[in-house]
């Protein structure tokens, strides 16, 4: 079975533009939830859908935002790119229920702007 | 405060040795706890849930005493490849949000 996948791998940006990051979730997993973890922090949430919709947003400006297409799968667009956007982007998906199920993780886009 | 906080680490350990990571979290109303492991650069994977009455997975136990809101996990017989950043996942509610810990960092030393 394959698991979460997100593409591109690397995505090399410079201030000012945009990035589209995509993901495609574990079969059956209808929640995706993006993070953003820089060089060296730890994982900060971004947002959470859930059968098309969001669910619930973490701390960060509108600039971020993202969408969850009828298969599932998401993208998460980043508008006016900023030099401390710089981060390793996750992906993540679990089956829909309680919070007690836990979330599969993909690879990872790693965005550097320049 | 931080919702979850762990042991900074690193943790320098030889192989074979049993060590052993904490973790508190601040919001009591929280209903689900995992341990993840992230290697270098890579993507976090889940080791395992933690169950209120404690689990184990071959060498790995996990601990919650829920009246601390503490958390815990042990490794006995470290292998080389133990070496990682382990992660304190906690989670609450209809949001079904995970808060990280900021990870502990543990290098098994042949």
């Known amino acids: 079975e394959a698991g979460v996948t997100q593409s591109p791998t690397h995505l090399i940006k410079t201030r000012g533009q945009q990035a589209t990051l995509r993901c495609s979730p574990i079969s059956g997993h209808t929640s995706v939830y993006w993070y953003q973890q820089a060089l060296g922090l730890g994982l900060q949430f971004l947002l959470w859908y859930d059968e098309g919709e969001e669910r619930n947003r973490g701390n960060f400006p509108p600039r971020f935002s993202g969408r969850q297409f009828p298969n599932y799968s998401s993208e998460l667009n980043v508008n006016a790119l900023e030099l401390e956007d710089s981060a390793l982007y996750l992906c993540?998906?679990?089956?829909?229920?309680?919070?007690?199920?836990?979330?599969?993780f993909g690879d990872g886009t790693r965005l550097s702007i320049l | 405060r931080k919702e979850v906080e762990q042991d900074p680490g690193p943790f320098n350990v030889p192989e074979g040795a049993t060590v052993a990571f904490n973790c508190t979290y601040s919001?009591?109303?929280?209903?689900?706890f995992f341990w993840y492991r992230q290697d270098c650069r890579k993507e976090p994977k889940l080791l395992m849930s933690v169950y209120s009455s404690g689990n184990e997975d071959g060498r790995f136990t996990a601990q919650l005493n829920r009246a601390s809101q503490y958390i815990s996990l042990l490794i006995r017989d470290s292998k080389l490849s133990d070496s990682a950043t382990y992660l304190c996942v906690v989670g609450w509610g209809s949001a079904r949000q995970l808060t990280f810990g900021s990870g502990t960092q543990l290098t098994v030393l042949p």
């Open positions: 919001n009591s109303a929280s209903q689900s």
């Open positions: 993540a998906s679990s089956l829909a229920g309680m919070s007690n199920q836990p979330q599969h």
